[in-house]
Structures are given as C-alpha cells and as structure tokens.
C-alpha cells in the first residue's frame, strides 16, 4: 500500500467511527434548533420590528438568554465541531463511488459545509463567553475595511456575486430534490418520506432566497460605499421588513427556514454519515 493509500484508509476508518456519527447526527439536532430560532426572530422582525440580529448568531444570542439555553449551546457547539470533522473527512477523502466532476464538486461543497459548521461553534463558544458575537457587525466591519483599500470595493462585489450564486443555487437545490440523494429514503416510510421532502424544499428554497437577497445588498454596498448594507442575512431580512410586501415574502422565509429546521432533525436520523 503506498503512503497516500494508507492515508486514506486510515482517514476512511477515522470517518466510519461510530462516536463521530453519534456526535454528527447530535449536531443535526442542534442545527435544527438554532435554525427554528432563526425563523422565529425572522417572523418578529417582519411583524413586531424586532432590532435583534435575524441570523444564526442572534438564534444563539436568544439561547444564552437561560441557563437551560447555555446547555444547549455547550450540545450545539459540540455537535457543529463533530459535524465539521465529518464533512471535512468528505472533503477529503469523498464518497464511495467514481470520482468524476460532480464528486469533486461535492468534496468541495463538504468542504465549505466544515467550515460553516466549525464557525457556528465558534460563535456559540463566543456567545458562552460573553464575547461580541454579532455574525452581521463582523461582515460590516469586514467589508468596511477591505472597501478602504485600492480595488476593494470590486472585491466585495465580486463576493457579492458569489453570494448570489450560492443563494440561487441553494434554491435550484430544493427545487430539484437534489438533497434526497443523501438521505436513505429505502428506511423511510411514504408518508416520512413525502413530509421529509416538502420540508427539505421549502428549507432549501427559503434559505437560498435569503442567501440572494443577501448578495444583492453585498453588490450594493459595493456600488454605493456603504458598508450598513453589507451585513449578510441579517441586513437582507430586516431590508425585506422596510417594505409592505416584503413583510409577507420575510413572512414566507421565516416559514421556510423553520421548514428546514424540522428537516434537519429528519437529517438527524436519515442522512447518510
């Protein structure tokens, strides 16, 4: 066996280990929970004019607001660290099967997946702490900085667009029920299955809308030298919240993503790990 072999047996045999699918699938959980919160304060914003941050942070800002919620942090850091090991063993070593272009591209979508994922659990780490733990201040102060050097603003442009195509991207993802091919559908009954997918639609398709909108307002910031605007999700539902029908699309989006949020417990038993 040569080395780059053994490397990667020794890397498949880390990735089938039973505690880390046990963690994995704990942070399923986590991430479902985070993500109803997330759609909570989406809805609040759109009807009663909340100022709190409308993203993932300020879900975990609304956990630490209790003793039983900074439990839950603890569980959700935990979980959002075991599943970034697994998705970073994805990235590297990929899925059983050939390895054409589209499992080169899964390995790279695992990868960012690990990174997301290690950052939700540094940001539930910093909320524990008491630490500013503002996703939206973060991206602002950023993008304030890299618009201040020479070419900057075309830099945060062109993340803008990127951030575009992730969202329409993410919503062709649900549209199509590409997600399914990492569920094992075979153990679901009809009735789980049809739910679990309708779920995972209205998730994908709500998340990657937002994720859009988000992007546009980057490109705008970018345009217009204003960094307020470049705040990520959180500036994007609460600019939805400035307009009489965008209350009711946020409305929808609230929705949606508490869909996903229902679908990541189905995740929690169904995903392939």
């Known amino acids: 066996m040569t080395p780059a072999s053994n490397v990667k047996y020794t890397a498949s045999r880390a990735a089938d280990s039973k505690p880390l699918e046990m963690v994995a699938r704990g942070g399923f959980v986590g991430y479902g929970i985070v993500h109803l919160i997330f759609a909570w304060i989406a809805v609040q914003v759109a009807f009663g004019g909340s100022s709190q941050e409308s993203d993932q942070s300020g879900a975990l800002q609304t ?3 209790n003793g039983f919620g900074k439990v839950l942090l603890v569980l959700i ?8 090991i697994w998705q970073a063993f994805e990235a590297a070593i990929g899925e059983s099967g050939p390895q054409d272009k589209t499992a080169i ?7 960012v997946r690990a990174i997301l994922y290690l950052s939700l659990a540094f940001y ?3 909320v524990l702490r008491g630490a500013n733990s503002s996703m939206a ?3 602002q102060n950023k993008s304030a900085g890299i618009m201040a050097h020479s070419g900057g603003r075309w830099l945060i442009g062109f993340v803008g667009l990127v951030v575009i195509g992730v969202g329409v991207g993410m919503a062709v993802y649900g549209w199509t029920k590409k997600f399914t091919k990492h569920l094992n559908t075979q153990e679901m009954a009809p009735s789980v299955r049809k739910s679990t997918t309708r779920l995972g639609m209205a998730g994908y398709i709500a998340k990657g809308t937002a ?3 988000a992007g546009i307002l980057v490109v705008v910031a970018a345009v217009t030298y204003d960094a307020d605007k470049a705040r990520g999700l959180d500036a994007a539902l609460k600019t939805l919240a400035g307009h009489p029908w965008g209350v009711w699309l946020l409305a929808l989006i609230g929705l949606g993503i508490a869909a996903f949020g229902v679908y990541c417990f189905a995740q929690a038993k169904y995903r392939k790990v």
């Open 105 to 111: 591209a899964e390995r790279v979508v695992s990868g």
């Open 63 to 65: 956990l630490a607001g």
């Open 77 to 84: 850091a935990i979980g959002m660290v075991g599943m970034a």
């Open 211 to 213: 994720y859009a909108i």
């Open 124 to 126: 539930a780490v910093n």
């Open 137 to 139: 201040q973060n991206q």
